[in-house]
């Protein structure tokens, strides 16, 4: 197996994959268990009054499985995470005692509502926990009918129609909803996870891409810069020779120093990169004046940023001392934080002649290979602003993100983590449905009191709130002002309906104000208002015992008040926090996952440049660079020969990496010792499709190879166009030769 597959398998390797959707899976499980637990206190406490009554039998096989399974779940949660059995258990022990209340309550006694309505809405989740969404709907469905059609019978309290379809439709819409939401969750998540490992893959192969590509660029910086450099300076023979030795060692040692892996050692401070930078720019322009200034001390910059911020430097420096002829040379480095993110700029001014960059050929090396692309490829960009006679202000622009600040996660960035699973659209949807349902069933009992002005005002209140509560949703977390104004919102519906009950007494669902209130105490929870939250829950509670005191209200009228926000935001708490944990889960795989694909990735392109590209380069360049670093042998005018042609075949590389193989490369070294000018141009700006490059090549050779005069120019068309490849030939006549994007040839006299 090549390197290449290995590298490009990491995704299948990872052994994060699977973890979000496990991680939900458990928190899940945990936060059930904990709410059955907590729902057994208040069942208790409501059966306390029934017991007297019931079917001893029948609290034994029913009460007892209940209190066991609530007391074992617990503990199966924390210690395997594996709670399915004894959710169906507690689902059908559930279902069962509700059927049979008939049977265990006498006959003849007129009751009152089930004790067992606490854990219906929760069996209903322990439903889905050990089946699927589909079958906890159905049971929903079911239990809300039963218990609607019990209530009817004086077992159940012998109610209205009215009253028990009021009880059904509570029971099937918060259940219902929940198990929604939950229901999506998980969906999201196994798709998070299913596409997880096709993502790392991706990310392997473009992380082994880009790395190439950098090497690819990095190498062709030294090839322009140095090698090249040295090979002109060594055609000419007015060049002083210890020059050209110095040139040709400094190649050496860069081509032997090229294969080392770009993050090798501490990050660097802004001072520390601008030593670097001098050492750089110092021996190709020794009047530069190198200063730094930066605003913090946090800033740390990769090995591989300095790196190409120093070549790009040096590349400037040096074209200082070619072209602008100026006595003063300054390099200023400017480090500063963004938010989150590092800046680092690099100014290179001069007051040389100065001249006009528009008029520069965008393809010239020094500017295309050694400061625009080596910039590109660590995310930074070149901006040059010169005029002829004003002097020239090279600037290289780099920001990114401290590599270097360990593992801490924010909330926020947990958060953010899983933002991709999260459909505001259902959430809205299901907000509203809770509200609008319990506002309907609330509207029916309020009817049929003589003073309804309050409630009503609340219910209209409670629509006020609940659009505040889901302003902008989908944008951002609920700010403390809005979660503060929907939380006093919440105390003044409170007092309303508790001002408007009429009597001693909890009639009906003039209480519709409870689920109302715990929606949106959860709606501020989820938006990220946490406090605030359980600051209004406390605040109904005790607003609750103050309305229940002063009516002489029992205990049983209190739970059926304040149990339902109590327990549903408990629920969402325990849920949140394990979405939290998940979140902060996957950024730490993620920011793993791309460690370690990096990681391969550089190994992988350092194996290529050391073995492939750098191999092939030592067999064409070595002997000759080694004969020109000393500086006591005189060339002869066949080295000189040998660089200048060596030089062509490495202008044509960098010219035209899309045209240039082997076979093509002798072919042009003959043809041009024939007197063929060859001109290779390549303007795709990627690489051409294979089966147009081998069709290119062979073309190309053919015509290049048979020639013996005249001039050839093969370019390459920027991507979109219908002819990839035009061969113009020109001798005795012309003949154009075209490659399309299918790779079809066609060749005709022009």
């Known amino acids: 197996m090549s390197p290449y597959r290995r590298a490009g398998s990491l995704g299948r390797a990872d052994p994060a994959r699977g973890a979000t959707a496990s991680g939900l899976r458990l928190w899940l499980a945990r936060a059930v268990a904990m709410t059955c637990l907590a729902s057994l206190l208040p069942a208790l406490f409501l059966s306390l009054t029934q017991l007297p009554h019931l079917n001893l039998v029948w609290l034994v096989l029913v009460g007892g499985g209940i209190v066991a399974f609530s007391l074992l779940m617990p503990v199966y949660a924390w210690a395997s995470g594996d709670i399915r059995w004894l959710c169906g258990l507690y689902a059908v022990v559930n279902l069962i005692g509700l059927a049979t209340w008939p049977l265990a309550w006498p006959?003849?006694?007129?009751?009152?509502?089930?004790?067992?309505?606490?854990?219906?809405g929760v069996a209903t989740v322990c439903a889905a926990m050990a089946t699927t969404v589909?079958?906890?709907?159905?049971?929903?469905?079911?239990?809300?009918?039963?218990?609607?059609?019990?209530?009817?019978?004086?077992?159940?309290?012998?109610?209205?129609?009215?009253?028990?379809?009021?009880?059904?439709?509570?029971?099937?819409?918060?259940?219902?909803?929940?198990?929604?939401?939950?229901?999506?969750?998980?969906?999201?998540?196994?798709?998070?996870?299913?596409?997880?490992?096709?993502?790392?893959?991706?990310?392997?192969?473009?992380?082994?891409?880009?790395?190439?590509?950098?090497?690819?660029?990095?190498?062709?910086g030294i090839i322009h810069d140095q090698v090249m450099t040295t090979l002109v300076a060594a055609v000419q023979t007015d060049h002083p020779r210890g020059e050209v030795a110095d040139l040709a060692r400094s190649a050496v040692t860069s081509l032997a120093e090229a294969a080392a892996p770009t993050d090798v050692?501490?990050?660097?401070?802004?001072?520390?990169?601008?030593?670097?930078?001098?050492?750089?720019?110092?021996?190709?322009?020794?009047q530069a004046k190198v200063s730094v200034a930066s605003d913090s001390?946090?800033?740390?910059?990769?090995?591989?940023?300095?790196?190409?911020?120093?070549?790009?430097?040096?590349?400037?420096?040096?074209?200082?001392?070619?072209?602008?002829?100026?006595?003063?040379v300054?390099?200023?480095?400017?480090?500063?934080?963004?938010?989150?993110?590092?800046?680092?700029?690099?100014?290179?001014?001069?007051?040389?002649?100065?001249?006009?960059?528009?008029?520069?050929?965008?393809?010239?090396?020094?500017?295309?290979?050694?400061?625009?692309?080596?910039?590109?490829?660590?995310?930074?960009?070149?901006?040059?602003?010169?005029?002829?006679?004003?002097?020239?202000?090279?600037?290289?622009?780099w920001s990114g993100r401290d590599q270097y600040a360990g593992e801490t996660i924010s909330r926020r960035r947990a958060s953010q983590a899983l933002r991709s699973v999260l459909r505001v659209e259902l959430f809205l949807f299901l907000v509203w449905l809770v509200v609008g349902v319990q506002v309907l069933v609330g509207l029916i009992s309020v009817l049929a009191i003589p003073n309804p002005l309050p409630i009503l005002i609340a219910q209209g209140l409670a629509v006020?709130?609940?659009?505040?509560?889901?302003?902008?949703?989908?944008?951002?977390?609920?700010?403390?002002?809005?979660?503060?104004?929907?939380?006093?919102?919440?105390?003044?519906?409170?007092?309303?309906?508790?001002?408007?009950?009429?009597?001693?007494?909890?009639?009906?669902?003039?209480?519709?104000?409870?689920?109302?209130?715990?929606v949106l105490l959860i709606t501020v929870l989820v938006r990220g208002q946490r406090l605030a939250a359980w600051c209004g829950l406390a605040v109904f509670i005790?607003?609750?015992?103050?309305?229940?005191?002063?009516?002489?209200?029992?205990?049983?009228?209190?739970?059926?008040?304040?149990?339902?926000?109590?327990?549903?935001?408990?629920?969402?708490?325990?849920?949140?926090?394990?979405?939290?944990?998940?979140?902060?889960?996957?950024?730490r795989v993620r920011t793993r996952s791309r460690e370690n694909t990096r990681a391969m990735a550089e190994s992988f392109s350092n194996l290529v440049l050391r073995e492939v590209w750098l191999t092939q380069l030592r067999e064409q360049i070595g002997p000759l660079l080694q004969n020109l670093a000393d500086p006591s042998h005189q060339l002869s005018q066949p080295e000189r020969d040998a660089c200048r042609i060596l030089e062509g075949r490495l202008r044509d590389a960098l010219r035209a990496g899309n045209l240039v193989s082997q076979g093509v490369s002798d072919a042009i070294q003959a043809a041009r010792g024939r007197g063929v000018e060859v001109v290779l141009v390549d303007n795709r700006g990627s690489k051409l499709p294979e089966n147009v490059r081998l069709a290119t090549l062979r073309q190309l050779e053919e015509l290049v190879a048979t020639s013996t005069g005249g001039r050839i120019v093969a370019r390459t068309a920027p991507e979109g166009y219908s002819d990839a490849v035009t061969i113009l030939k020109v001798d005795a006549e012309r003949n154009l030769t075209t490659i399309d994007e299918a790779g079809t040839v066609t060749v005709r006299k022009t």
């Open 265 to 286: 050692g501490q990050p660097l401070s802004p001072h520390q990169l601008a030593r670097l930078i001098e050492d750089m720019v110092e021996p190709v322009c020794p």
């Open 107 to 120: 006959s003849g006694v007129v009751g009152g509502a089930p004790w067992l309505w606490v854990c219906l």
């Open 134 to 220: 589909i079958v906890a709907f159905g049971y929903a469905a079911v239990s809300a009918l039963i218990f609607g059609t019990v209530r009817m019978l004086p077992s159940g309290g012998s109610v209205s129609a009215l009253t028990a379809m009021q009880d059904m439709l509570t029971l099937v819409v918060l259940p219902t909803a929940l198990l929604l939401l939950i229901q999506y969750f998980a969906r999201a998540v196994e798709e998070l996870d299913a596409t997880t490992a096709e993502s790392q893959r991706v990310e392997a192969d473009r992380a082994i891409d880009k790395a190439l590509t950098q090497r690819r660029v990095i190498l062709d």
């Open 330 to 397: 300054t390099v200023e480095i400017a480090a500063r934080l963004v938010g989150d993110d590092q800046r680092v700029q690099v100014d290179i001014r001069d007051n040389g002649r100065g001249f006009d960059p528009e008029a520069v050929d965008a393809g010239r090396f020094g500017i295309k290979v050694s400061m625009h692309e080596r910039l590109a490829f660590i995310g930074g960009a070149v901006d040059i602003d010169s005029e002829p006679g004003t002097g020239t202000l090279v600037r290289l622009l």
């Open 464 to 518: 006020v709130a609940t659009a505040i509560a889901l302003h902008k949703a989908g944008e951002r977390n609920m700010t403390t002002t809005e979660a503060g104004v929907v939380v006093l919102c919440l105390a003044v519906i409170a007092h309303l309906v508790h001002a408007g009950v009429p009597g001693a007494q909890v009639p009906g669902y003039l209480t519709w104000h409870s689920s109302v209130i715990m």
């Open 297 to 328: 001390d946090a800033i740390a910059v990769s090995p591989s940023v300095a790196s190409t911020l120093g070549q790009a430097a040096r590349e400037a420096a040096l074209n200082v001392t070619r072209h602008a002829e100026a006595d003063q």
């Open 542 to 587: 005790v607003q609750v015992l103050i309305w229940a005191r002063g009516n002489e209200l029992g205990a049983s009228a209190v739970l059926q008040v304040i149990f339902g926000p109590v327990l549903w935001l408990t629920l969402a708490t325990l849920v949140l926090r394990g979405l939290r944990s998940i979140g902060e889960q996957l950024v």
